[in-house]
């Protein structure tokens, strides 16, 4: 039988258009993932492939996650013929005596992280995970659960882990410190930032988890709480907030924005619109919230995410490594079935019931303060200008939050090379070499600042290298102005966007001087040099770096940078092949003027730089 990647996409020819279409893609997920449960049902162990934790950590990411799409499927009325596997594994793998055992919690701990499903399906479905279970069945989950959470909890969205497992014993019936509890509600608080956002911890991560983590377990947690009134009006009133900008990470088409850690997770980047439905909170009009939802959907269930076997992969995408975290286990994916929460809500609610809005969104750009970036809706694609974001403690963090645009329909690609310079794909990047093999790129700034729909950041690849970049959006296009001050000559490569290049030929390379073209059958990118200095190319960039397509050509400007100050002025774009594109290549950006932009910033820049650096929190 051919191996087609398509088809191997569990959600492949779903119409994702109803709440049984929905049903049957958690079904159709969850599937493929019955013959690798253990003897005794508490592991699920998918590959070979490891994770910073230990394997009986992994086994239990495998076996729980899924638990985020099944609870709320039987929740809400939903058939599920193996609940008598999650009690056998939840006896077993609580069991000291049993060799499925877990392992014990005893610091911060992956199981940690995994055991929040399993207080949320305790919460919402005693009735299928507790009540069956023998008493030395209950006494051992009960005492596993209570001595994990007595340790601490990274420092970050990981507190609304143990609050999660405090709802669950408290449904059960089971007595537990809730000092606990209250410190961890208290000290989550102190992450918040205003207008919505939140931070991921005590340094500046905005990213997917401000969605997927800090609101969704928010809003759960307003669901499901027992009183504390004014703390669930505060959750639900910041998700209306956040609603409002987070809709720009999200393309016409259901796509959202690449950009951050944790890619893997997949359609979880969706579960926000999920759970507010699931809180009932209507922060816009159900059609336009299930319109989120179903987009987001449906866009993942067109791409070759699945394994042969119909196992998600880790990748986003395709299967890639490349990309991945330090923690991705190969159970690691299945946090995309908390997209699956409002599966808890009857057929009659609004959010199900309501006509499907399509998305409405204009060309003019959204400058978001919290996240520093300036967001651009073209077709079919969302484009997000970055002032850059510091996450050192991540995989490929510079390429994950660093790069100075990210895009829902291109991506961005991952360096797998660090001694290849000439062969980078620094798409949405700037990168100096000083001996033509090793190479830097923006890694952190000492300032950003954003102004109206301008962003400008100060920062050194080297210590004695400084450039400050500005960012300014211009319709299809975005342009580019940096100032570099070296005191030894350098060599520049600047990429714009990368694209999927054909396996055979059909794609056209457009190397000239000052200017870089790549057209294929669905996709024209452009980056052009304003200034004329610097010499074009399509490159090839080496397979698997991208995130979307295994297989890319970044247009890039490549030329030497003297001794002394030089100014480069670049403007890049990419659209869907066709009419539209072609105009835009034939219309470019002027260049801006620099002495206006430093005008702009010194009358009216809005210095966000405490939120951009780590040392001040």
Not at 30 to 46: C, I, K
Not at 514 to 532: E, F, N, P, Y
Not at 552 to 560: A, D, K, N, S, Y
Request: charge should be negative.
């Amino acid at each position: 039988m051919t191996y087609d990647p398509a088809t191997a996409n569990p959600l492949f020819g779903n119409p994702l258009k109803t709440r049984d279409d929905v049903e049957k893609g958690l079904r159709d997920l969850f599937q493929p993932l019955l013959p690798y449960f253990s003897e005794g049902s508490a592991r699920v162990r998918l590959d070979g492939a490891g994770a910073h934790f230990d394997r009986a950590a992994a086994d239990l990411e495998g076996f729980a996650r899924p638990l985020w799409g099944l609870t709320p499927l039987a929740a809400g009325g939903g058939a599920f013929d193996h609940w008598e596997l999650y009690r056998q594994g939840l006896a077993n793998g609580t069991d000291p005596e049993h060799p499925e055992y877990w392992g014990t919690v005893n610091g911060i701990d992956q199981r940690q992280v995994e055991l929040a499903a399993i207080g949320f399906t305790m919460k919402m479905l005693p009735h299928l995970v507790w009540d069956p279970l023998p008493q030395k069945a209950k006494d051992n989950l009960a005492a596993y659960l209570k001595h994990a959470r007595k340790f601490d909890y990274a420092d970050n969205n990981w507190k609304f882990f143990r609050i999660l497992v405090d709802l669950g014993l408290e449904q059960c019936g089971v007595e537990f410190d809730r000092s606990y509890t209250d410190t961890f509600l208290k000290e989550l608080e102190g992450f918040y930032l205003g207008d919505g956002w939140y931070r991921d911890g005590n340094v500046r991560r905005i990213d997917h988890y401000i969605p997927f983590a800090m609101h969704f377990y928010g809003l759960i947690y307003s669901k499901l709480a027992n009183g504390d009134e004014k703390r669930v009006a505060d959750y639900k009133e910041r998700a209306r907030l956040f609603a409002q900008d987070i809709q720009h990470w999200f393309d016409e088409d259901g796509g959202t924005l690449a950009f951050g850690r944790s890619l893997t997770y997949r359609f979880a980047c969706g579960g926000f619109w999920g759970a507010l439905a699931f809180a009932d909170v209507e922060a816009m009009p159900w059609g336009v919230i299930k319109g989120h939802f179903l987009r987001h959907l449906r866009w993942w269930s067109k791409l070759p995410i699945a394994n042969a076997d119909g196992v998600l992969s880790i990748g986003y995408g395709y299967p890639n490594l490349f990309m991945s975290e330090s923690y991705n286990s190969a159970g690691s994916p299945y946090w995309a079935l908390k997209a699956f929460l409002p599966l808890a809500l009857p057929a009659d609610h609004p959010f199900w019931t309501a006509e499907e809005v399509e998305a409405d969104f204009h060309a003019k750009p959204v400058p978001l303060k919290h996240p520093g970036m300036v967001m651009q809706h073209t077709k079919g694609n969302v484009v997000a200008l970055s002032s850059g974001q510091q996450n050192w403690q991540m995989r490929a963090g510079t390429e994950k939050y660093a790069k100075f645009v990210y895009s829902s329909r291109y991506g961005f690609s991952v360096e797998v090379d660090e001694r290849a310079y000439h062969n980078g794909a620094f798409d949405g990047a700037l990168a100096f070499s000083d001996d033509g093999r090793h190479y830097r790129v923006r890694e952190s700034n000492e300032v950003a600042q954003i102004a109206e729909n301008v962003l400008f950041a100060r920062w050194k690849p080297w210590s004695d290298v400084e450039v400050e970049t500005w960012l300014i959006p211009a319709h299809h296009w975005h342009v580019r102005l940096h100032r570099i001050n070296t005191p030894r000559a350098l060599h520049a490569t600047e990429g714009g966007f990368a694209i999927g290049r054909a396996d055979f030929n059909g794609d056209t390379y457009i190397d000239e001087p000052g200017r870089g073209v790549a057209k294929s059958k669905t996709d024209v990118s452009a980056i052009l040099d304003l200034g004329g200095k610097r010499e074009g190319r399509a490159f090839r960039a080496f397979p698997n770096t991208n995130l979307i397509v295994s297989k890319t050509i970044v247009p890039q400007l490549r030329g030497e940078i003297p001794v002394g100050t030089t100014v480069l002025v670049t403007a890049a774009m990419a659209l869907p092949a066709g009419s539209e594109a072609e105009a835009a290549l034939a219309a470019p950006p002027h260049a801006p003027d620099l002495a206006a932009l430093e005008a702009l910033f010194a009358r009216e820049g809005v210095d966000v730089s405490a939120i951009l650096v780590p040392e001040r929190f």
